[in-house]
């Protein structure tokens, strides 16, 4: 399996503040794009939210995808409807609208520029347990996927190829156009249970 594959060390991770607390970018597409120019295609972060009541930064054209990884979260998008989240659920609204946040927590953000789609999930290993991941493209162009895990160590083996994953650090891959269907696997490799977050980016033709 021909692929682009990408391990990220916490210490590559870039962390600012926002006004409802601070924010890590773990990885942003293409290299080189800039949050602050908004001038990329996608971009994966975590942020913490220690401002009991916050505004969001608007982000006319992007999807974003929030889920909690632990806290609570209510998002109210004004005009639209109010969410409550608690760990491992998630929302998806557009960054136009103007949304507020209540309550303090750790979440993980997916945001994509137009022509881009993708969703996040979590993914729950048990202690030794392998699992497998399809990698689909679908009709669409190119699709990467992200793992983050929460806790534990994580081998993930990719054709042929194994990588270990500690605590937080970020796992990218993306097979190359054509290749059709591929897997990788997914095996705990510490004590007690683990959980994963899996992004998956699709590019539209």
């Known amino acids: 399996m021909d ?3 990408c391990v990220v060390k916490r210490s590559a991770y870039r962390t600012n503040e926002w006004s409802g607390g601070t924010t890590t970018e773990l990885f942003i597409y293409p290299p080189g794009s800039s949050y602050s120019e908004r001038n990329f295609k ?7 939210v220690d401002a009991l009541e916050s505004t969001f930064t608007r982000l006319p054209g992007i999807t974003r995808h ?12 004004k005009g639209r409807y109010r969410k409550e989240l608690h760990p491992f659920e998630q929302d998806v609204f557009m960054g136009e609208w103007n949304t507020k946040s209540r309550g303090r927590a750790t ?10 789609s993708g969703r996040l999930e979590a993914c729950f290993i048990e202690e ?16 990467t996927n992200v793992l983050y895990p929460l806790n534990g160590s994580l081998e993930v083996s990719a054709g042929g190829q194994k990588f270990n994953l500690l605590e937080k650090e970020l796992f ?8 059709g269907k591929a897997a990788l696997k997914l095996t705990n490799k510490s004590g007690g249970r683990m959980a994963v ?3 998956e980016i699709l590019e539209k033709p």
């Open 3 to 5: 692929t682009n594959t």
């Open 172 to 179: 990218s891959i993306t097979p190359l156009p054509g290749e």
């Open 128 to 143: 030794g347990q392998e699992i497998e991941l399809t990698l689909d493209a679908g009709c669409a162009s190119k699709v």
């Open 197 to 199: 977050i899996r992004a």
């Open 66 to 77: 929030i889920m909690v990884i632990e806290g609570s979260l209510v998002l109210e998008h």
């Open 42 to 48: 996608w971009r994966i972060s975590s942020a913490t």
């Open 107 to 116: 979440d993980f953000n997916l945001m994509l520029a137009g022509g881009f």
